[in-house]
């Protein structure tokens, strides 16, 4: 069967990219690096999108549009944000095509060359504070709080589908504050939106931190994340908000006149998730059959299948299956009829595992006899017989179930997956065996920091909120730590 | 008044950008002929663009999303699409920049230079064809019926905000089909589609029709469109459905296995609507005091204006409202208070008006003693006092009426400016005069159509759909014709 995955034991990732492409949700496109997201794909995004866009207006956000287009210029005005980011980008140097005057399809007409490059937009931050310097003069313009759903393009030289793409698709807020208190306030906040959303929705539990000042984003003042823990024992950066300071406010010298009449520079910050929280969601939940996908965000929540031989057995099952539907409906369940004649019971129940669907119901003339349907749950494969009487009500329960399961799974995991080590030795061991987070002191500098990522490929992940202060050694310099972070290998 | 417009009389052309810059849709930006979507206008394009999409899915899409940039080679696959199309483009040429050696800022790194340049997509059919290639085998996979919400570059040397821009966002349909008739079906189903949102939800008529051969889009056997009238007498094409033939699938080699096992290309059709449709809702509708929009879209459908002087007269009033608005948000209606204390009642009402709130609500003490509130509509700037029993369910009336009326007056407009020329004189005497459609006579060349449009400006807005078949004489040339067609000066 064409279907078939390469195991998570096998091939990890192999294992990985099988489940993205053979379960429609992504595939590689014609340009290096850039994929296409197919509808099966599209439609799990569109209801995280939607749910995050929720949470983003409940919290006072609005949605606006900024160009795709970056003067070159620009992304040298914040020196530390050109400095850490700027680089891989895709440059736009002309507008204009001719037919080529050598007959042979068209080419790059020399006359139309841009007096100064644009930058196709790796992230907004210097073209919107452009526009907030026209949009800010006074203590009554703020807060800004915009965000915007874009595509975005860093050229990045190896790619994975969903994890790392040239092109991406994400939100971004930028917000613009008065006070730093208040810009603070935000950053932490809409940190709390992303875990929230991560963990409630897409069932991934996480552990917000701040990064060490080499990991934060350039320009940042600060960088706050959620990390998440994959089967394969290694991190993911789910998201990250930024508290921006007044780099950006000076930068493009945004300044507004306080209550009190002065001039101050105005306090910034940004915050982002992207489609690499599909590949995440991919990786924290499923199995060597496919998908496993968290009920609340799944494309499809439900879906029946019909067993039949004969038109006339069919007639009766696609009446009460429609009432099914009807009911379940009803309850704002998303449900499916696979009644595709063209295909066997058993290959739509492999490709419906395959492509995660959180409970199946199969239902046969006899098992309408006996007034029940078959229903088996995704997540724990269980199957069970049904009473059709209260079928809307112990459908939507079980939906509840899964996705309560499938967090406890992921957070069992990762409750497993995180481990102390006091020395060098166990940290290393640690990192080539189990994997996961690993909890250690470390001296609070750059240079070791770099030196622990040069021999093990493993990154500080976060200082965890709240972190514990107890006084320790460094594993790799002995000199004194006043707290532990948590490392891993990452994506 | 900073906020006052010029005047539709005055120049029309400047109160439309007075507009949608002081009415707070839009801004320019740093990037040439590039607009920045501000949040008052981006909250009507989603609201836009949610009825749309839940009209694509009732009739069976689903979205996707597609590359940002094309190959430069798959632009010249397809012959007619890159002769007419794919000249004034956004070319990247490299991917990387670097530090300035001489130490002024960031330039582009030469080493990085493309092998193939990539262009950012102006219309995505050679992209997705290029999947589709892989996606279809057989006739199983068909009808493949996918939209895509993008954003788009065109670069056009003379920009408007809304109506003309480099950069727009819009959706584009893709969809392949096993035969001819099925593609022309979706291609008039989707033009269907299209007059129903523009109709019902934008409150502009349209008419429907089709291209004549100029005026196709480059690649298309068939353009279908929906025209519709500006309120200074010119024409504004506000979507377009093309059939495609079977041009993309034989460019890309797209070919099926059909239930009788053959061989065949697949049948195409494409079609989109853009941004440019919130330049057409402004500009059908609005007048010197601001904009009109119509409650089925606009962002606020009604807001409440408190009129107190002193805290104490506030306390009743605010009670009162958050009634009154709980009360109309359980109808599902968009509601704000607009309690910000540092403007006054007069400053208000003139923003709302500038920003084409449907509905407003005034109350005082003195109201609230009555047991009725002050209700004005935007549409026809009537007041009248409206009793707090049964509010809601009136104000509920009263935005259905208000989206009827908006409609009625722009089709009797419509209608007003439909004119029959005869002959040259009256043509262009009307042309100057009058404006809008005129409906004339042809001798169906493209070699007279380009005479007409080099003489007039105007063109061929469309044959009309079931057009009445008459015989007469050519306008120009005085050659036999069988059919009217609707000539304007077009935005």
């Known amino acids: 069967m064409s279907k078939e995955l390469t195991s998570r034991a096998e091939d990890y990732s192999q294992w990985y990219n099988d489940l993205v492409i053979k379960g429609g949700l992504a595939d590689y496109s014609a340009v290096r690096g850039c994929m296409v997201i197919k509808p099966y794909g599209f439609a799990l995004w569109e209801n995280m999108r939607d749910q995050l866009d929720k949470m983003f207006k409940e919290t006072g956000h609005v949605n606006a549009y900024f160009p795709l287009f970056i003067p070159k210029s620009f992304l040298s005005k914040e020196a530390a944000h050109v400095e850490g980011f700027a680089k891989e980008c895709a440059v736009v140097t002309h507008y204009r095509l001719m037919n080529d005057p050598n007959g042979k399809g068209i080419v790059v007409d020399p006359d139309a060359k841009l007096e100064e490059e644009l930058i196709v937009r790796p ?9 907030y310097k026209d949009w800010i003069q006074s203590y009554r313009d703020l807060p800004l709080l915009i965000n915007q759903w874009a595509n975005v393009v860093r050229w990045e030289m190896r790619t994975r589908l969903f994890l790392r793409t040239a092109e991406f698709l994400w939100q971004e807020g930028h917000t613009a504050h008065a006070t730093k208190e208040e810009a603070i306030e935000e950053t932490k906040k809409m940190l709390d939106v992303y875990a929230e959303f991560v963990e409630t929705y897409m069932a991934v539990p996480v552990i ?12 940042a003042e600060d960088t706050y994340c959620i990390e998440a823990m994959m089967q394969d024992g290694k991190a993911l950066q789910a998201g990250t908000s930024h508290f921006l300071g007044q780099n950006f406010a000076k930068a493009f010298d945004v300044q507004f006149l306080t209550k009190e009449n002065k001039q101050e520079y105005v306090w910034a910050t940004s915050w982002g998730v992207s489609t690499r929280l599909i590949g995440a ?4 939940h499923s199995d060597d059959q496919g998908l496993i996908l968290p009920p609340k965000i799944a494309p499809q929540q439900v879906v029946i299948v019909p067993i039949y031989k004969g038109e006339e057995s069919k007639a009766p099952i696609d009446a009460k299956a429609n009432e099914i539907m009807a009911s379940l409906k009803v309850k704002g369940i998303r449900v499916k009829y696979d009644n595709n004649d063209n295909s066997r ?8 595992e395959l492509q995660g669907v959180p409970v199946r119901i199969a239902m046969g003339l006899r098992d309408l006899e006996n007034k029940v349907v078959e229903v088996a749950r995704r997540d724990t494969k269980e199957k069970n017989s049904m009473s059709l009487d209260g079928l809307a009500d112990n459908i939507s329960n079980l939906l509840e179930e899964i996705q309560q399961n499938i967090y406890n799974k992921a957070l069992a995991f990762r409750t497993e997956h995180i481990t102390t080590a006091d020395n060098w030795d166990d940290f290393v061991k640690l990192l080539d065996g189990k994997g996961g987070f690993i909890s250690a002191h470390w001296d609070g500098t750059a240079e070791t920091e770099e030196k ?8 500080i992940r976060c200082i965890p909120l709240n ?11 002995g000199k004194p730590s006043t707290q532990r972070v948590l490392f891993a290998r990452a994506y």
């Open 467 to 477: 972190n514990k202060q107890e006084a320790g050694v460094c594993i790799l310099t």
């Open 208 to 219: 917000k931190g701040v990064k060490t000042a080499s990991e934060r984003f350039a320009g």
């Open 452 to 459: 622990i990522k040069e021999q093990t490929k493993a990154t």
């Open 345 to 352: 019971p058993g290959w739509k129940f492999a490709q419906h």
């Open 123 to 131: 992230t907004s931050e210097t073209i919107i504070w452009h526009s």
């Open 281 to 284: 969601l991919i990786m924290a």
